[in-house]
């Protein structure tokens, strides 16, 4: 699973410039189990690009969720764990 550090990466990605339903999650990682920088690597190095193992469990925690309201329409952010 790809992944970035930034905020407005993942806005960008997210279908609210075209006027879709937006939801971007939030992932908060342990040292344990971090994703994996590749930035050096990638097409895109500006978008700091993490891979997140295969396999990887997330779980969601409905108790944080957020709304950014963006140039072009509202995105939900909503946090998930990486167990």
């Known amino acids: 699973m790809s992944t970035s550090d930034r ?4 806005i960008d990605y997210s ?7 937006a939801i971007v999650l939030v992932i908060e990682t342990h040292q ?3 994703a994996a920088c ?3 690597f ?3 190095p500006a ?9 990887s469990y997330l779980e969601y ?5 957020e709304i950014v309201i963006t140039e072009h329409g509202i ?6 764990m990486e167990l």
């Open 32 to 34: 344990v189990d971090a």
């Open 75 to 80: 995105v939900r952010r909503s946090l998930s």
């Open 42 to 44: 990638s097409q895109y």
């Open 47 to 55: 978008e700091r690009e993490f891979l997140v193992l295969l396999l």
């Open 38 to 40: 590749i930035f050096e």
């Open 7 to 10: 905020p407005e990466v993942a």
């Open 15 to 21: 279908g609210v410039k075209e006027g879709q339903v």
């Open 61 to 65: 925690l409905p108790d944080w969720d």
